[in-house]
Every structure is written in C-alpha cells, then in structure tokens.
C-alpha cells in the first residue's frame, strides 16, 4: 500500500467491529428504552389529563367557524322572521335592533310561542289571589270550520246522534239562532259572528258537569260498528268516535273544564280544535349567547366515541411529548455507524426538516383549516342545511390534513437529496419547473379536501418551497470526501 494514503486503515474500521449480533442486542436496547420512556410520558399525560385539552384545543377552529355560520344564519333568520310575522300580524320590534344584537352581541334569536292561555293557568294556581280571572276556555281561532260546525249542529240535533242532539239542546236560544244564521249563510262568517260562537260555546265548557254523559259517550263509539256504504256523514260520524276512543285514558286524569274542551273538539273533529294552537299564541323571541348554542358544540354519537378520540388524544400527545427521547436513542444506535462528517450534516438537515415539518403543520391549522371549514359551510347555507359535525370525523380530520401539510413541506430537503445522489441537476430543476409546479398542483389536489381553497393554501406555498429547494441546492455545501482522493498505483 502507497505511503500516500492520507489515512491507516486500521483507524478506518476501529469503531465498527460490532458483530451482527451485537448490533441486534444494541438495537433491543435502544428500542426497550425509547418504549419504556414513551410508556412513562404515556402515564403521566393520563394523569394530568392533557387528553382533554388537546380536544378542546383542536375543537377551536372548528368551533370558530361554527359560531360565524350560525351568526350569518342568525341574520339572515331575523330577516325571514320579521316577514313571515308581519304576514300573521304580529311584530318583534324595531328591524335594526334585532340585527344589532346579532351583530354587535353575537346574540341567537330563537323564536319561542307562548299559550297565555296556560300561561295564566299555570300562574293562577300559584298566586290566584292576584290572577282570579279565569282565562277565555275558546276563541274564535279555535274555530277551524265554523260555517260547517253551524251546518252539522242544524242537520244533525234532530235526527243525528244523541250527543249532537243533546249539544243542541243545551244552547241557548240566542245562540240557536246565531247558528242557524251562520249555517244558512252563502258567505263565510263574520269576525263579531266567530266571536259571539265561540263565546257560547265557552259556557258550555265552563259548565260543572261533563258536557256529555256515559250513554253519550258509548252511543258515540258504537257509531264506528255501524258499517254502512261510506258516505261523507258516515265518515265524519266515525273520526269522531275514533277521536272519543282516543281521549278516553286522557278524560279521567284532567280538570271538567279540560275534559270538556275535548270532548267539544272530538264532537266536531276538523272543525274545533282540540288543543293550542299557533295562532292563539304570542310570538317571543329568547336570545342565546352564540358561544353557548348547542349547535356550535361538537357531537358524540357513540357511547365509547369519546372514550376513544380521548385515548387517541393520549396517544399523539405521548409521541409528540416522547419524540426527542425516542428519537435520541434511535441516534444514538445509528450514530454508531456514521462518520464524523455524515454526522455534521444530520445535525443541520434535522432541524431545518423539523422547522418546515412544524411551519406546514402550522400554517395548516391555524390558517387552512378555517378557510377550508368556511368554504365547506357556504353549501350547507345555500342548501339550508345545518352541520352537525361529529367529534370522531373531525378529530381524523383536523389531524390528517396537517400531518400531510407538515409532511409536503419537506420538498426542499427531497430535492436537495435527490440532487446530491445524482437523479436531478439544477438545471434540471429549473428547465423543469413548469411540470414541476403541475405536478404540485396535483398532489396538492389528492392531498387535500375536494375544494379548490385548501388545494390552493397547499399549492401555493409548495410552489415556493420547490425554488427554496432549488436555492438548497445551489448553496448547500456538498459532500466532500474526508479521505481526499485516492492515488492510483
């Protein structure tokens, strides 16, 4: 050997003379300690229970761009309100008030209807000292037929069934005659004659005693087995005995005043009716803070659903946590077989991968994320469909889309590898550059949701990077051979 040689060969190997074993028996080493150190961190994220704050912590975009839908719905609502009420004759209050509270004090309108009518019950047997009067048992709007109702009181209290009959006979003669007027009439009744029925008919329900007796009421529902050919009164006679049979476990457990009420609607189905309704009822709007509307809240739909997305919580949060020791022993089982130099350039390349790895992976979640949310949410509003979003779907969601963000910002070191074994020159790069940027366009495409928004936040930065890489490449330092060349013989 020439005395040339810049090295001893003796020098060259001396730290290499692990046998394959022994490399093995390094590498369980190596490996056992990284697992017990991971299973540590595992434990002590458990018992400080950091699972819970990464959820919320993820949560946050997602519930940010929630809580903006639901603001732009919530005017939107308020608008669709305002004119549906106006056609029903009621108001809510000044039009700008209303959008000031959605907007200014991210307030959520929910229209609520009130029944005065229960409302003033419910008080009056707390306080009836104070609210004594007794609240109207029927309306006018209660009224849903009333020309029919009329027109079936006259055609059947003489030959009709015995409850009719006996309806009939307990109506004063100033209300005969009103029904009779009504029920003759060619045009629909007036408001003061809808007024003056239902005022007639109230009294009957006010009355002590049941409105129909027992014999009334079993005539009634043996109605439904007379089968004769199906005419129209035959028809109405039957859905009101099915109306009896139904309010019959009901009858026994409500005041007389009640029972009478039902028994009033179920006498005259379609044409009374039998409970509250909407038009009786006074429209209040109740404000929700935006923060604390449930549908701003992620959902769990599975009893172990958030048993499990708390456990995958754990998890990441332990390999974040226990990535530098694990990582450390790894180095130190691969140190072993690197020299000096190639160890030079792991020290520079690693932090400058971490950077950009946390720089996609940041970038993704702060600024994307919502983008992509927002774009997303734009077609549930046009549709009029809310999101329900579910805690299991958006949990692998909010994580994958990062890691490939994190994971695609590693274009300039991939260049610069491919560069240095001899695949690529930088020639190649930049007479390239056009297909390259196409090609980024399209893994960015696959890489992310089917929205053109997270596609471009993904293309745009990479398109970057892909000259940053060739930049790397230009002045990088090159490998240079600590042996110097080798003369020949």
């Not at 056992?32 to 991971?38: C, N, P």
Request: net charge neutral.
């Amino acid at each position: 050997m020439s005395a040339a040689y810049p090295y001893n060969e003796e020098d060259l190997f001396k730290d290499t003379t692990m046998t394959f074993g022994e490399h093995l028996a390094e590498l369980r080493q190596c490996l056992i300690r990284a697992l017990v150190g991971l299973v540590l961190v595992f434990i002590l994220v458990l018992a400080v229970n950091l699972p819970s704050q990464i959820i919320r912590f993820v949560n946050r975009p997602l519930e940010g761009v929630l809580v903006d839908y639901y603001q732009r719905r919530a005017v939107q609502w308020v608008g669709d309100q305002l004119a549906e009420l106006r056609k029903l004759g009621f108001s809510l209050g000044a039009e700008p008030t209303l959008y000031d509270a959605v907007r200014q004090d991210r307030l959520v309108p929910q229209l609520r209807f009130v029944s005065l009518e229960h409302l003033q019950q419910a008080v009056a047997q707390i306080y009836p000292e104070r609210f004594s009067q007794q609240p109207p048992l029927l309306s006018a709007r209660d009224l849903l037929d009333a020309q029919r109702l009329c027109r079936t009181l006259v055609d059947e209290h003489t030959q009709g069934p015995e409850a009719t009959k006996h309806l009939w006979n307990l109506l004063p003669s100033e209300a005969r005659r009103l029904v009779q007027q009504v029920a003759q009439s060619s045009t629909p009744p007036e408001p003061k004659q809808l007024a003056q029925l239902a005022q007639h008919l109230a009294e009957l329900i006010r009355r002590p005693e049941p409105l129909l007796s027992r014999k009334h009421y079993e005539e009634f529902l043996g109605i439904r087995l007379q089968l004769v050919a199906l005419t129209a009164e035959e028809q109405l006679r039957q859905a009101r005995a099915q109306r009896f049979q139904e309010l019959e476990p009901l009858l026994e457990s409500l005041p007389k005043e009640q029972q009478n009420r039902l028994l009033l609607a179920a006498l005259f189905p379609d044409m009374i009716a039998a409970g509250p309704r909407r038009a009786n009822m006074v429209p209040v709007v109740l404000w929700v803070p935006l923060e604390q509307d449930p549908r701003v809240s992620i959902k769990s739909l599975g009893p172990y659903e958030t048993f499990m997305i708390w456990l995958k919580a754990a998890v990441v949060a332990a390999l974040v946590i226990a990535s530098p020791w694990v990582f450390y022993q790894l180095w130190i089982f691969v140190a072993a077989g690197l020299y000096p130099h190639e160890k030079r350039y792991v020290y520079i390349f690693l932090p400058i991968s971490l950077g950009l790895f946390l720089g996609g992976v940041a970038l993704c979640f702060f600024y994307v994320l919502p983008i992509v949310l927002e774009f997303l949410f734009v077609f549930n509003r046009w549709a009029g469909v809310d999101p329900d979003m579910r805690l299991s779907d958006w949990f692998g969601f909010a994580l994958l889309l990062p890691v490939a963000f994190g994971a695609s910002f590693q274009l300039p070191l991939v260049m610069l590898f491919l560069e240095r074994i001899g695949i690529f020159t930088i020639e190649s790069y930049l007479s390239q550059w056009r297909m390259a940027v196409l090609v980024i366009f399209v893994l960015s495409m696959l890489l992310t949701p089917a929205d053109p928004g997270s596609m471009l936040l993904m293309a745009i930065p990479l398109t970057g990077l892909y000259f940053g890489g060739i930049l790397m490449c230009r002045w990088m330092p090159r490998t240079r051979n600590p042996y110097g060349e080798v003369p020949e013989d």
